[in-house]
């Protein structure tokens, strides 16, 4: 039985800490590609905090509790074309996705479990220097607008 198809919409939650370094996974079965944590929906209609929150724990181990550690929605979506290598995973004909950026603030010393049939390694980085290492370009933007997304967040 095929598996179904992924939903072309999904969340990308760039994690860092309170002095913006950031936390970077290296994708299994693809060496040297290195990024946030990313996901699709399940279902249609999962809200995407939802999708946000537990993909950063399937991913990471972390949890968001909403207290001390707190998912951002930045209210920001990038449209993107959809990397060949992973088109297969999609409906035919679909090329593109819808990204929804979230950011996490976590303490350094975090635990982070890493889902070894997702990601095999992972890097804490100055934000600058988590941004060249990206694969994505969408990622590498999200992690260079950290410090004003989180003024804009604070002033909220």
């Known amino acids: 039985m095929q598996k179904p198809y992924k939903i072309p919409e999904s969340v990308l939650v760039v994690i860092h800490t309170s002095d913006l370094e950031v936390l970077l996974i290296e994708r299994a079965g693809h060496p040297g590609f290195w990024q946030s944590v990313t996901g699709s929906l399940d279902t249609p209609d999962e809200p995407l905090l939802a999708t946000a929150t537990r993909e950063l724990f399937e991913e990471t181990g972390i949890v968001a509790d909403g207290e001390r550690i707190v998912l951002r929605d930045w209210q920001l979506s990038n449209v993107y074309e959809i990397y060949p290598i992973w088109r297969h995973r999609y409906a035919p004909g679909v090329t593109r996705n819808t990204e929804h950026v979230f950011s996490v603030e976590v303490p350094r010393d975090v635990p982070v479990l890493l889902s070894p049939r997702e990601h095999t390694d992972l890097l804490w980085l100055p934000h ?21 997304q989180l003024e804009k967040l604070a002033g909220a």
């Open 128 to 148: 600058l220097a988590a941004a060249d290492k990206c694969f994505s370009a969408s990622n590498a933007e999200a992690i260079l607008q950290l410090p004003r």
